[in-house]
């Protein structure tokens, strides 16, 4: 049977790692991988294959940057070739990004089934890309690939129960793997923390453009973690680097040390050790939350809505109470475990080679 995952962007990397080592071992399964080019950087796609050692891209459709729709109608352009000739059992689509949609529509259109995976999650929040992108994907996908109850409570309630199956957060499969790789390590942090400090450090990462598009907004976050009581790795995606610049914001300075982002092993490594994160990533919220580390979340709201238990996540759109939020007490609750056991990867591919030559 013939899988042929659809990839193109940071996160995508880290489950398409979990997927391609489960496809592996086993051998009535053969996997493909297209990487679209949306992420193009060493360290923003190269290095994660790399350190993850995830097989070389089979087709790499190279479309690099642009708007919205001209990103993903180049995928599109580019996909049904790749498509055609690979002919596979499944196309599996992964997240939320434009290459998950180009990924899944192109698949439609030559009537090829479609697996979804981390299917189900919502924000209702409209104004994010990513909102548009799940939503579209679920609805035109055969099967959905759900991460944890809430997502497939979400699915049912838009009449989509009978294409979905729980089958556990397959990031958690990495994440566990990686963080007992790295125990042992010192992380790598911006020139000017101490790891060992007694004050501690925090991680930081901000790439939504509702955080980084607005000058006015963008400086006062950016002022705000300047402000925080203890030293600040901030991660600076290439989007948060481009606007500070147009803003005339500079990223670094008071408690704010500055570097590019980190490869994945070194992202989970600074973590386990940090003593808080500050994000607006949904991945880092439910790495931090599965590495035991209070997150602080500059959104209005997140589709990871288990880690708000026990006060492991924290929503603060507003930069005035950033202060507060990072230095919050370290919750006291156990961190049950809503995402999975370590094995969803092993389960996507089952689900798929069970289902394999029932629907076509
Ligand atoms: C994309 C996803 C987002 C995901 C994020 C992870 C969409 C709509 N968004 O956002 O869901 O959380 O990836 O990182 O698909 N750039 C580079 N080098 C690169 C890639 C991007 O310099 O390798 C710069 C370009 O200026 C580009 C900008 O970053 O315009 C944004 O990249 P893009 O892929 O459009 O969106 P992300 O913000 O990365």
Redesign the pocket.
């Known amino acids: 049977m013939k899988i042929l995952s659809v990839v ?4 995508q990397f880290v489950k398409l790692a979990a997927i391609a080592d489960a496809a592996a071992r086993r051998d009535d399964v053969e996997h493909v991988i297209v990487h679209t080019g ?4 060493a ?3 190269d290095a994660f294959f790399a350190d993850l050692r995830i097989p070389a891209p089979d087709v790499n459709l190279a479309v690099g ?2 708007s ?1 729709g001209r ?1 993903t109608g180049a995928m599109l352009a580019a996909m049904d070739a790749v498509l055609e000739e690979q002919d596979p059992d499944w196309v599996l689509v992964y ?6 949609l180009a990924g899944t529509l192109s698949a439609v259109k030559l009537h090829l089934r479609v697996a979804h995976l981390e299917a189900g999650l919502r924000s209702f929040n409209r104004r994010m ?2 909102e548009h ?1 799940r939503v579209l994907t679920d609805h035109a996908s055969d099967l959905l690939l759900a991460p944890t109850e809430v997502a497939r409570g979400h699915l049912v309630a838009e009449g989509l129960g009978d294409r979905t199956v729980v089958v556990g957060d397959v990031m958690t499969d990495v994440c566990l793997r990686v963080a007992a790789a790295v125990r042992q390590e010192a992380p790598r942090l911006p020139e000017g923390i101490d790891a060992d400090a007694p004050e501690g450090f925090a991680v930081a990462t901000l ?3 509702d955080n980084t598009d607005d000058p006015v907004r963008l400086r006062a976050i950016l002022a705000a973690l300047q402000d925080l009581p203890l030293p600040v790795a901030l991660l600076a ?3 948060l680097v ?1 606007r500070a610049a147009e803003a005339g914001v500079p990223l670094a300075g008071g408690a704010v040390r500055v570097s590019p982002p980190l490869a994945y092993p070194e992202l989970v490594g600074a973590v386990s050790r940090a003593r808080a994160v500050v994000t607006d ?3 880092l919220q439910k790495e931090a939350y599965l590495l035991g580390v209070p997150c602080t979340t500059v959104r209005t709201e997140t589709e990871w809505v288990e880690t708000l238990d026990d006060g492991w996540n924290a929503l603060v759109p507003d930069p005035a109470g950033l202060a507060a939020a990072v230095t919050r007490r370290r919750p006291a609750g156990e961190r049950p475990e809503h995402y999975g056991d370590g094995h969803a990867a092993e389960r996507v591919i089952a689900e798929l080679v069970a289902r394999a030559g029932t629907l076509r």
């Open positions: 193109g962007a940071r996160p949306q992420h193009y950087d360290v923003m796609s940057s642009g919205h990103q997240g939320d990004t434009n290459s998950t890309p990513e992108n790439h939504r453009p995606h290439p989007r481009a990533s949904g991945g």
